[in-house]
Each structure stands twice: as structure tokens, then as C-alpha cells.
């Protein structure tokens, strides 16, 4: 079972919000981590978009609009990132990131956000 | 302006080796963490390993321990991933990213290099 779980698609409407999950691996408590989320389009590298642990230890990235926003579900084990507003812009990948047992950074498989 | 500037794409044949490069430029190299990524085309996203430039404190994911090797020089603010032996599954493009900051290895990839093609074919 991977470390971290994400759908692999996921459509929305323009102006509607979406939630994107990434869930970790039964026995890796997401109270405990870090989640990092990054955004990436066609024919560009990854931008960084946020983390978000709790609400007293989260950072948004540099130029990242307000929109985008994290969260937890803890009773699913699973980080969450909130997009309000979707515009056309935001049909792109979105990868979380953990950094995981021995130093390692996991990276979950990614979903697709296709806006309709 | 923060960047990380890396080399051009490269075509290998089996069993060759390379050295692909990431240059930093804006901000003080030796005190933030190196990390590299790799993304198979149509593929996710796979972290490699991280350099520390500023005493080259060296980590690889148990992936890809072995099979490659991270270095860096500070006095050109400049990290490397380098290939003895390439294989077809080598294929890749390959980011440099910076990450965290002084001791903290585990931080967030706020700066993505342009990223470089590899490509391995015979």
C-alpha cells in the first residue's frame, strides 16, 4: 500500500470549489505530519502551493492566492487541499508530499483537477 | 530574483555516464537544503536525495541509493546529480528543488529548477 493516496481525477465547475485528499497509509497518523502541495501544468515544473499541519503551523507559498488552503480529515487520516473559486487557470496536477520514516520525502501519485 | 537554473537535455546511450547540473542564483546557497526529483514522463512525481551545499551532508532515498550521486560545489552555488552507468529506465526529467533551511533537511520545495530531460536510448 503507498505511503500516500490521492484520486487520480477530479472535475469542477468554474466557480465552484473543490477538495482534493490525500490519504496516508493506515498506521502513519496525519496529526503528525507536515503536508506539503504543489501545483503542476502541462510542460512546466511543480510550484509550491502550501503546508499545512494545523492551524497554528501551516504556510502559504510565495504569490499562492488565498483560494487555495489546507486542511485536515482526521477520522479519514487524510490531508485535504481546498480550492474556492476555481478558475479555468487551475486545471493542473496537485501532488502532496510528506516527509516520511528515514528522512525521505514520499510524494503521492497525484490527481488530476480538470475544470468543465 | 531566487532561481535554480539546471542543464540542458541530454541523450545517453546505455551504460554511459552523465553529470547534469543546478545553479542557484538570488539567495545564499550553502544554508538551504538541495533536493532532486525525478518525474518518468506521464509519471509522478519521485524524490531522490538532498545535499546540504554548505559542509555536503549527502541523502538518498533507499530507491535510488546506489544508483546515483549528489554533490554539490558552494564555491559556484552549484549542485549535480551524476549517472556511472545509465539505463533505459533512467529516462526521466529531472528537477533540482530548494528545500529546507539550516538544519531542517525537511522542509517545503519553494524553488523548482527548469528541470532536464534525460534521455537513455541505444
Redesign the interface.
Known sequence: QAVLTQSASLSASPGASASLTCTLRSGINVASY?I?W?QQKPGS????LL?YKSDSDK?Q??GVPSRFSGSKDASANAGILLISGIQSEDEADY?C?I?HS?????????TKLTVL | EVQLVQSGAEVKKPGESLKISCQASGYYFSTNWI?WVRQVPGK????MGIIYPGDSDT?Y??SFQGQVTISADKSINTAYLQWSSLKASDTAMY?CVRGGYGND??G????????TMVTVSS
Open positions: 507536515r506539503y504543489y515544473p511543480p510550484q509550491y503546508r504556510q507559498g510565495s501532488y508530499m516527509w528515514r528522512a525521505s520525502a514520499v510524494f503521492g501519485g497525484g | 533536493d509522478g512525481l519521485e524524490w541523502r532515498s533507499p528537477y533537511a525537511q517545503g520545495f519553494d524553488i523548482w529548477g527548469q528541470g
